[in-house]
Structures are given as structure tokens and as C-alpha cells.
């Protein structure tokens, strides 16, 4: 039963921070009218959000089993609710910078505690993949439900209104719910310490050392290549949409929202498909698939002209086809975490995933920020053209990593015949 209600309070949480995060989207359209700033000034509300995961994910990620993984979830919790009420209270784009701020350093404890916790409650590979992807699919879901939260609590008729600002009462009263659950539920933590990681100074060596292992920076590329592909659609989507497709604001945000709907789809469906197919094979097939699609459906975007009556049911095509890379996008970011940390010790995990949630808030920040360029400089078309590139990049670095984990698993038997003998 604890273990049920912990693997609950992980998807919660996990959920709750889907909604924050990936709001950065909706945030920026709605800073641009409401406060006035302009693209690459709202921009740079990933870079706080960003910067502060990396950050504090280098400080704290491999000292965190030391103040333990559910104090660290219920901190964060604390953090974010408050920064969440000061939003409606104190309204302007210094408090949002202010809030992503906050979201950034709740996350960052949220993630490497989540990732960790997720080795503690499971047995072997198979069971920590399936986990991963439910709780990432779980994630997406969240992202879906925050597209429509948001959407609901913005004035259609004058979208500048700045009452889309009261949503946050509804995201603060959610993160004191999750933390009493969190509170009532139990984790046994004591086979994510050692003799290593009992000490701060023992935990820093912890995480240096992960950096011996080939393995480890191949794969911190790849997952940096990933965020950066994934953030340059889920942030920029809502204003490709509106001033590409040209949708209304509220409209561009739920249009959006099929792209979180489509990769939390894929993340469920891919623990049942990598029964019957390598991870390599289906995560090479997602990349190239990615691109197909970029390729095909981008063209279908040029030249729409406005209209008043634009509705659900006569939408440009483009709008629905683009948000289905969530589909191919789905399983790639965690299998390779999967893949990465069930091939690593129980003690190294929060270490490793420190530098996980470092590499990916890098990528994002960097995605994003090319993306805003590319947008204001060109236009959205070119901006989403551009990932073809990583895309090609992250083609290499899956057959870097798959070589390294066959060599690792290698390895790995032959440590063990000589620690026999």
C-alpha cells in the first residue's frame, strides 16, 4: 500500500511541475500582450527557469539523499506554491521572471528526487523502464491538462486582460494538496546510501567519477540533443500557431496542447512496444520519423492568411499535423534515461540524474533561445526547420550510446567474475 501511494505521489508531483514548466509557452504569448515585453525578452524566462535547474541541480543533485527524496519533493512543493501566490498578489513580468526562478530550483530538487526514487521502488530494468515511462507519459498529461487550465482563465475577447493570472491561486492550492499526500506516504531510502555517499564530499567524488564512464557523457549529449529538439516545438508552438496559423490566442494554446496529448500517448504505448522492439531500433525509427515530418507538414504552414470565423473545424491542416512529432518525440528521452541509470548502482542515481536534469536544462535553455532568434529574425518555419539539425546530431550519438551500453553490459560481468574470484 506505501509503495502504491509513493509511485502516486510521484505521478502527482511529476504532474503538478509538468503544468509549471512547460507553461514557459503559454507565459511568453501572454507576457508579450499583458506586460508589453517583446520576443527575446520574453525568451529569457526559459533561460530563468533553465539556468536554475542546471544550477541547482550541480549543487544539491548529488547531496540529496543526505536531506532524503521525499523532504526534497515536499520543499519544493513549498517553494513553488508560494512563488505561485505572489503571481496574482504582485503582477508583472519581474515576478514571472521571479517565478521561473522558483520553478527551476523546485524542479530540480522534484527531478533527481523523482528519478531516484524511482530506482528504490522497482527491482530490475524491465520494471524501472515501465516506471519511467508512465511516470513521463503521466507528465505529459499534465502538460495536456495545462494547456486547457491556462486557456480557461484567459479573456478571449482581449487577451492583454490580465485575469490569466489567477490561475496560479488554482496551481498553489494543487502543489499544498500533493504535499499532504506526500506527507502521509513512506519510502525506504537506505539502499540509495553507501559508504561513498553518506558525506557531501563523498557525494561530489560520486558524481565526478560518473564522468570515467564513456557511457555517461555519450548519453548526457544525446539527452541534451533531445531537451533541445523538444523545447524548441513545446515553447514555440503557441506563438508559431498564432502568428504563423494565424489562431487566436486561446486557440493557439489548446492547438498546442496535441503536441503534450501526442507524446503522453506514446510515452504510455512505448513500455508495451519495447516488449517486441530493441530500444535502438524504435528510438532510430522516432528520429528519422521526426524529420519526415518536419519536412512534409512545415511547407503546409506558408502563406495562411487570417481569418474571423477560424474555428476547430477549419483550422489550417498544419496546426494538427505539426503537434504529432510528439508521437515519434515520445519514447526518446525516457528510454535513454532508463537505458542510462538502470545500468548504474542504486547510490549513483541521484548523481547521475543531477547531471541529467543539468545537460537537459542547458539544452532547453539553448533550444529555446535559437528558436526566439530564428522566429524574430525569419519566422516560425525557418525556426522549426531548424531542428533538423540536432535531429541528424541525436542520429549519431544513439549509435555512440548503443555501442557503449553493449560494452558496458560487457563490462559489467567480467567486474563481477574477478570481485568472485
Not at 474571423?308 to 515519434?328: K, R, S, V
Not at 549513483?348 to 535559437?370: E, Y
Request: aromatic share 10%; proline share 5%.
Amino acid at each position: 500500500m506505501n509503495r502504491l501511494r509513493m509511485i502516486a505521489a510521484l505521478a502527482l508531483i511529476y504532474m503538478v511541475f509538468a503544468i509549471l514548466l512547460n507553461s514557459v509557452g503559454t507565459v511568453i504569448l501572454q507576457a508579450i500582450h499583458t506586460f508589453g515585453v517583446d520576443k527575446p525578452q520574453a525568451s529569457l524566462l526559459e533561460l530563468f527557469k533553465d539556468l536554475t535547474i542546471a544550477v541547482t541541480s550541480l549543487l544539491v543533485a548529488s547531496f540529496l539523499p543526505l536531506l532524503g527524496y521525499r523532504r526534497a519533493m515536499m520543499l519544493a512543493l513549498a517553494i513553488v506554491g508560494a512563488a505561485c501566490m505572489l503571481m496574482p498578489l504582485y503582477p508583472g513580468f519581474h515576478t514571472t521572471e521571479l517565478l521561473f526562478t522558483c520553478i527551476g530550483i523546485s524542479f530540480a530538487l522534484t527531478k533527481v528526487a523523482v528519478y531516484s526514487s524511482i530506482g528504490l521502488l522497482t527491482r530490475n530494468k524491465a520494471e524501472h523502464g515501465r516506471l519511467t515511462n508512465t511516470i513521463e507519459g503521466l507528465f505529459m498529461v499534465g502538460v495536456l491538462a495545462g494547456g486547457w487550465i491556462f486557456s480557461a482563465f484567459i479573456d478571449h475577447a482581449a487577451p492583454a486582460n490580465p485575469s490569466w493570472l489567477h490561475v496560479y491561486w488554482l496551481l498553489a492550492g494543487i502543489c499544498a494538496l500533493v504535499i499532504v499526500l506526500l506527507a502521509g506516504s513512506q519510502l525506504d531510502e537506505s539502499a540509495a546510501h553507501n559508504e561513498r555517499t553518506s558525506s557531501m564530499l563523498g557525494s561530489l567524488r560520486e558524481m565526478l567519477q560518473l564522468f570515467l564512464r564513456p557511457l555517461v557523457y555519450v548519453f548526457l549529449i544525446s539527452a541534451f540533443l533531445y531537451v533541445l529538439i523538444e523545447q524548441s516545438f513545446g515553447t514555440w508552438l503557441p506563438t508559431f500557431n498564432n502568428e504563423v496559423l494565424k489562431l487566436p490566442n486561446a486557440m493557439s494554446i489548446q492547438v498546442a496542447s496535441i503536441l503534450a496529448g501526442a507524446t503522453a500517448i506514446g510515452r504510455l504505448l512505448a513500455g508495451q512496444v519495447l516488449r517486441r522492439v530493441p530500444w535502438h531500433v524504435l528510438l532510430n525509427i522516432c528520429v528519422i520519423g521526426m524529420g519526415l515530418l518536419v519536412v512534409v507538414v512545415l511547407p503546409l504552414a506558408r502563406n495562411v492568411v487570417a481569418r474571423a470565423d477560424i474555428d476547430w473545424f477549419n483550422a489550417p491542416a498544419a496546426a494538427y499535423l505539426i503537434p504529432l512529432i510528439g508521437l515519434l518525440m515520445a519514447p526518446i528521452y525516457p528510454v535513454i534515461n532508463s537505458v542510462a541509470l538502470s545500468s548504474l548502482p542504486k547510490p549513483s542515481h541521484a548523481a547521475m540524474t543531477g547531471l541529467i536534469v543539468i545537460f537537459s536544462a542547458l539544452g532547453g535553455t539553448l533550444g529555446s533561445r535559437i528558436t526566439a532568434i530564428v522566429f524574430a529574425r525569419f519566422d516560425g518555419i525557418h525556426a522549426f526547420y531548424f531542428s533538423l539539425l540536432p535531429m541528424t546530431l541525436l542520429l549519431i550519438l544513439l549509435f555512440l550510446f548503443k555501442r557503449e551500453t553493449d560494452r558496458s553490459a560487457v563490462v559489467a560481468p567480467v567486474k563481477v567474475g574477478l570481485a568472485a574470484k
